[in-house]
């Protein structure tokens, strides 16, 4: 168990529709990641918050929004949903601001959009 | 462009035995390097880290080895066990004026035979 969870496990959704996926990092880490995983793409990193603010963003699609809030939590927002948008989303998170503090991932959210 | 690849796909080895894995990199500037494991059904697990400023790094069981004047990057696994069959993925750290970004490889899917 690597501390940092994330809900739902499992989401079934139609196209067009918008979700939220929710991580809580490991107690005292202040970054959260999120990465997509497809069979496709491989695991792909999407966005970076540290301490409440953004801090790296990579391929993330403009469908797609993120934010951390004051408890550290995370929230992944996905909207106007398409077929290709099924994949498995991780969140990590680590105790410092950049890629050389260890991360930890959380099991999944496996999203399916038909 | 940025890519990370891996030279093998799936690689079966005997319990016991000793496993390499491989993986290449194009980007020069990647000044950080990870290895993940990722079993069925659970997020990736960090098991190694080597900075481009090493040529070797040892943990337990594992050894990461950079070659930056070709761009490789391997994994070698001593004396493996059952527990080791999982997919393992390379990932290169980024920096670009501020931004940093991990780059995943594609992943190498090891089977351990009993």
């Known amino acids: 168990d690597s501390g940092v969870t994330q809900t739902p496990k499992h989401l079934i959704t139609a196209t067009g529709q918008r979700v939220t996926l929710r991580c809580s990092p490991r107690s005292g880490d202040l970054s959260v990641y999120w990465y997509q995983q497809s069979l496709d793409q491989g695991l792909q990193f999407l966005i970076q918050?540290?301490?409440?603010?953004?801090?790296a963003k990579g391929n993330i699609l403009e469908r797609f929004s993120a934010q951390q809030f004051p408890d550290l939590h995370s929230e992944l927002n996905l909207s106007s949903l398409e077929l290709g948008d099924s994949a498995l989303y991780f969140c990590?998170?680590?105790?410092?601001?950049?890629?050389?503090?260890?991360?930890?991932f959380g099991p999944g959210t496996r999203l399916t959009v038909t | 462009g940025e890519s990370v690849g891996l030279h093998l796909p799936t690689l079966s080895v005997q319990e016991g035995d000793n496993s390499i894995i491989n993986c290449a990199y194009s980007n020069s500037a990647s000044d950080y390097f990870i290895w993940y494991k990722q079993e069925s059904g659970k997020g990736p697990q960090f098991i190694i880290d080597i900075r481009s400023n090493m040529d070797k790094r040892q943990g337990q069981r594992v050894t990461v080895l950079l070659n930056k004047t070709v761009k490789h990057l391997s994994l070698q696994i001593a004396a493996t066990q059952p527990g080791d069959s999982a997919v393992y993925f390379c990932?290169?750290?980024?920096?670009?004026?501020?931004?940093?970004?991990?780059?995943f490889g594609t992943g190498t899917r090891l089977t351990i035979i009993p």
């Open positions: 990590a998170s680590s105790a410092g601001p950049n890629n050389y503090y260890e991360q930890y």
């Open positions: 918050y540290y301490n409440g603010e953004e801090r």
């Open positions: 990932a290169e750290n980024i920096s670009n004026f501020g931004n940093e970004k991990l780059t």
